[in-house]
């Protein structure tokens, strides 16, 4: 009996790492390849005209994805007189190059630049696929030490931006111009945000994650619930396309500032009970009420922890 029993383990064992190596495969033959039979419809993708030349790709996929062709954050274009800017090249060269063949559907205008809202893997692995065509990247602050320190195990050939910006900045295509201004919360100073003034429409990254629980574990709560507060003052009257989730207005930037007012509440009164760790995630694992139809829920878990650190034991 214990015979038959190391033998199921073992061959238990050598499934599950065929498995984990069959899927890893997967997604790295994703990255290095383009995929000639990937559109907008199978990698979850919508493509939503914002303002006059000015479009969204809103992804409509659940994290983590099943499969590694469905786009996991939204994209934008902005086309101007004298070419186009790129947000966000998804998680990969496949995806990347599906983007840059729908710019190639709307306008003959060439694409100039490729902007990172932020070093995340979903918004930056696609930047191989603007590196081969000779399109300059364009991120923020340490952006290019965060990607190789972080981004390496998913992608060991990752492609950092080849412009850093360090203050707000202009790109003019030909007469428009695209506003990009820092912002903080989500990502350790690499966060940027874009608006074009003629559209009214503003880009977000990751610093809006619209009916979608936002990812945390790498943020600053407060700085985020800040930078919320700017965006709503600075672009009232804004079309918002967020990181992850539909397109919308200013009442999106305060449904997440209020959700993390909520979790800002929730913390400061586990302080007042002295609760532990495991006594919070044990006691508030469900997602709550108000957002039980948002997709993301495996990052809810993530919430509480740094919550719990950043706010109830005030470790920031």
Not at 157 to 175: A, F
Not at 264 to 273: I, T
């Amino acid at each position: 009996m214990n015979r038959l029993r190391h033998w199921i383990v073992l061959w238990l064992v050598t499934l599950v790492t065929f498995v984990g190596a069959i899927s890893w495969h997967g997604y790295s033959q994703a990255q290095s390849s383009p995929n000639a039979n990937l559109t907008l419809e199978t990698a979850g993708l919508t493509l939503e005209e914002l303002g006059s030349g000015v479009y969204g790709l809103i992804a409509s996929t659940d994290f983590p994805p099943q499969n590694p062709n469905a786009a996991i954050c939204n994209g934008g274009i902005v086309i101007g007189t004298d070419g186009v800017l790129v947000i966000d090249p998804f998680q990969n060269a496949a995806l990347a190059n599906l983007l840059f063949s729908t710019v190639e559907d709307l306008t003959d205008q060439p694409i100039r630049y490729v902007l990172n809202t932020h070093y995340h893997f979903d918004h930056t692995g696609g930047n191989r696929a603007a590196k081969a065509r000779g399109i300059l990247i364009v991120g923020r602050g340490p952006i290019r030490e965060f990607m190789i320190e972080r981004n390496k195990e998913r992608d060991p050939d990752l492609t950092p931006p080849n412009l850093v910006l360090n203050s707000e900045s202009t790109i003019w295509l030909g007469d428009r111009q695209v506003q990009l201004a820092e912002v903080e919360g989500h990502s350790g100073g690499t966060d940027l945000v874009a608006y074009v003034p003629d559209a009214k429409v503003l880009f977000t990254g990751d610093i809006l994650f619209h009916q979608r629980i936002p990812y945390v574990s790498d943020g600053d709560i407060r700085k985020w619930q800040s930078s919320l507060s700017q965006l709503i003052a600075n672009y009232p009257d804004a079309r918002v396309l967020p990181g992850h989730g539909p397109i919308t207005d200013r009442r999106g930037l305060e449904s997440l500032k209020g959700y993390f007012d909520n979790l800002e509440r929730l913390a400061l009164s586990w302080q007042q009970q002295s609760l532990t760790q495991a006594q919070v995630l044990a006691r508030f694992a469900e997602v709550p009420a108000p957002y039980k139809d948002y997709k993301f829920h495996g990052l809810y878990q993530g919430n509480l922890e740094t919550a719990y650190q950043q706010i109830t034991l005030g470790e920031n």
